[in-house]
């Protein structure tokens, strides 16, 4: 379920972006035991992903209706993930697949 998500952040058709970025918001903010004990897991495995489709839908696919609910979702995984967030952008812009050209490691 959690690939699917991942996969479908990406879309440009507004109602399934807005139903997956709102689970994904859900999930994110789980709280303690639950975050621990059913979800964590998943997000450290797959939280870079995570975060490079949010970065590249900002930049590219996402529909104007549904960009106000990438900022909280980056939020989260900040709050979360701190530093290692911090990776995962500056990996996300560097890389040769991100939609933006210009963008370089300053």
């Known amino acids: 379920t959690f690939q699917l998500a991942l996969a479908c952040v990406a879309l440009r058709q507004k109602e399934p972006v807005r139903a997956v970025l709102v689970f994904l918001d859900r999930l994110l903010n789980m709280q ?7 979800v964590q897991a998943a997000v450290d495995a797959s939280g870079e992903a995570l975060y490079q489709a949010v970065i590249f839908a900002l930049a590219d696919s996402c529909p104007n209706e549904a960009l106000p609910r990438l900022s909280p979702l980056l939020f989260t995984l900040n709050a979360r993930y701190g530093a290692t967030a911090g990776h995962w952008l500056q990996r996300a812009l ?13």
């Open 32 to 38: 303690p035991p639950l975050w621990e004990q059913h």
């Open 94 to 106: 560097l890389s040769p697949q991100f939609p933006c050209e210009h963008v370089d490691s300053d």
